[in-house]
């Protein structure tokens, strides 16, 4: 199993990005030594602006350095970059639909060592409310480097959220972005819609599943908003039951976007639906990150127990 | 430093004509920030009526100047400059915050052409103004930003933010411009929040500071003429000003923050206006 960082991938993408496109600029607030946004500082000091620890100085001037035509990519981790500066998102950046491009860094719970305060529960859902702004869960470093650079290219404003740690690669390298949620393994019982990380639990869970007689379908949902509302439909379409996997509140997050999509999809896709995820709670600290993540229900035994359940609900 | 007395009548009179349209924009029994939008006008028509470039015939033109009222609630001295420039049909001014109108009840860069920005939710606009200046530096323009930043609105964490970074950045094609109208949405800034030494403030965190009569046009000018020849820092220009000014029922007042006009007033508001129209084209 090759593992790769999300964190990595963006510096370089971003980087490759500087060096295409001098329209690109960069905003860091003392962090970039771990959002590794310094890989970019380190080519392009120009165009590279520290603004230290204030992050709602940044998310504004973020939007100042687009008005002038620049895309502006701000990174931080993932609850400075959204909770913190959320009113400067909404107004100086999601109104004007401008060109901010914010990368929540150590996302979900990857911080593992500091904490409910830097463990981001809420950033999906709280970026998913915002009218004009899209929010991308890359699954691994592939698709890291593949939604860093189809930003660029994405008008206004998006936000993306990756992981802190080394994870194993699911996806292919170099990928065209279509923005559509992709089928990863194949079955015939339940579908596990997963993002981040939660994509190569779901793939482990399903083998286990496999294991057990049950046939399960994993589909990586890396673009939340706009949501491939037609893909998740078709990949539900004659499965008993779904389950979805995030590493982020349920509330708001993927668990309600996949919800809101099957609701009000035609009465064949009104399938028993679990969420798995982060149930209304912050985290905590932890010596390792597997060890968190089992604890809030996100083992890949767990995940396998899941899909279990909402088939015992059909 | 002098300046052509021809100049001083005609911002004089540009001045009051902007309060001629403050006013039209707030019609009687209508909710209109008539106390902070006339406390800048005298900046703001200085600004636009002569110290800026500006481009009516293109709104985004590259080489222009830009302006942001981070104090967003103000917008009305924005709309009446812009309207005054031609950037719009006069016929906007009665439609203020109407649905599907072009002028909304704060600055919208979307609808209103001469607009920069999004402002109104207090404390962004400097640290915007902030972006545009850093943005503008990069590309090699000497184009100047300036923000237009409440007395009140320094309640807001979000300034001081800005106001390190901009030193920080050595930015010295942005110009803050304090409206110190000494009253806030509620009360008076002694009562709600008292803060001593605002130009020491500023110097503190490394800005030119230039303290004005932000009603006398011959100050307002040398301090934004003195701004441009600042070098390798930010100039603020700390403007003390009349909230209400020119209209003496509202002057000072805390209640015309954000009031609707009776009948009489809003006939007082207007006779007033265009007196000091009259008495500036004198």
């Known amino acids: 199993m090759e593992k790769s960082n999300m964190r990595k991938a963006y510096g370089q993408a971003l980087l490759d990005l500087g060096k295409e496109n001098e329209k690109i600029v960069a905003l860091e607030a003392d962090l970039g030594k771990s959002t590794m946004s310094n890989m970019f500082g380190g080519e392009f000091p120009n165009r590279y602006f520290q603004m230290g620890i204030a992050e709602a100085d940044m998310a504004s001037t973020a939007a100042g350095l687009a008005l002038t035509g620049h895309i502006a990519y701000m990174s931080t981790f993932a609850v400075f970059a959204t909770g913190r500066p959320y009113d400067q998102i909404r107004s100086s950046i999601c109104i004007p639909r ?19 305060t830097h463990q981001s529960v809420d950033d999906i859902a709280i970026m998913r409310v915002l009218p004009n702004m899209k929010v991308f869960s890359p699954a691994d470093a592939n698709e890291t480097e593949v939604i860093t650079k189809a930003m660029a290219d994405i008008p206004g404003p998006c936000y993306i959220r990756v992981n802190r740690n080394d994870v194993p690669l699911v996806t292919e390298k170099g990928a065209a972005y279509d923005g559509k ?33 049950v046939s399960a379908r994993v589909v990586n949902v890396s673009t939340i908003k706009p949501l491939d509302a037609e893909g998740v439909l078709a990949f539900a379409k004659g499965m008993k039951a779904a389950l979805t996997v995030e590493e982020a509140s349920v509330i708001g997050g993927l668990g309600s976007a996949v919800a809101e999509t099957l609701i009000a999809g035609p009465a064949e896709s009104r399938i028993p639906l679990v969420r798995q995820g982060m149930m209304d709670t912050f985290g905590t600290s932890s010596k390792e990150y597997e060890q968190l993540l089992e604890e809030y229900g996100l083992g890949i035994d767990d995940i396998a127990a899941k899909a279990k359940e909402a088939l015992a609900l059909a | 430093m002098s300046y052509d007395a021809k100049l001083l009548k005609y911002l004089k009179k540009m001045a009051a004509q902007v309060r001629v349209d403050i006013v039209e924009m707030i019609p009687p029994g209508k909710a209109g920030h008539l106390g902070g939008s006339s406390s800048i006008a005298d900046v703001t028509a200085a600004l636009y009526f002569h110290h800026m470039k500006v481009n009516k015939d293109d709104p985004k033109d590259p080489n222009r100047d830009r302006l942001v009222f981070s104090k967003g609630h103000a917008a009305l001295t924005q709309y009446a400059c812009l309207c005054e420039l031609g950037y719009f049909d006069r ?37 915007v103004s902030l972006g545009m200046a850093l943005g503008l530096r990069l590309d090699g323009s000497d184009s100047r930003v300036y923000c237009v930043v409440g007395d009140g609105e320094m309640e807001e964490g979000q300034i001081w933010e800005a106001a390190m970074a901009a030193p920080a ?21 002694e009562n709600v929040l008292p803060f001593a030494n605002v130009p ?71 006779r007033l206006a265009q007196e000091m129209l009259e008495e500036a084209d004198k």
Not at chain 1, 182 to 198: E, L, P
Not at chain 2, 95 to 124: C, F, R, W, Y
Not at chain 2, 221 to 239: R, S
């Open chain 2, 169 to 189: 950045h050595k930015v010295d094609n942005l110009c803050a411009i304090v409206d110190c109208n000494k009253v806030q949405a509620t009360d008076t800034i």
């Open chain 1, 181 to 213: 949620v992709k089928c990863m393994k194949d079955g015939s019982d339940v579908v596990i819609f997963a993002t981040g990380y939660m994509v190569w639990r779901a793939l482990e869970a399903a083998k286990k599943l496999e294991a057990e007689g």
């Open chain 1, 98 to 116: 401008l060109n901010v491009k914010i990368c929540g860094s150590s996302a979900g719970l990857s911080d593992f060592g500091d904490g409910k």
């Open chain 2, 91 to 127: 016929k906007w001014l009665k439609e203020v915050k109407t649905l599907h109108g072009v002028l909304q009840g704060h600055p919208d860069m979307d609808k209103t052409p001469g607009i920069e920005a999004v402002t109104g939710s207090l404390g962004q606009g400097l640290s």
């Open chain 2, 200 to 270: 020491g403030k500023w110097a503190a965190f490394g800005w030119h500071v230039i303290e004005i009569d932000g009603h006398n046009f011959e100050e307002i000018l040398a301090a934004l003429d003195e701004a441009k020849t600042v070098k390798g820092q930010p100039t603020v220009i700390i403007a003390n000003t009349i909230k209400g000014k020119g209209f003496p029922f509202a002057e000072g007042k805390a209640a015309y923050h954000n009031a609707a006009m009776s009948e009489e007033q809003f006939a007082e508001a207007q």
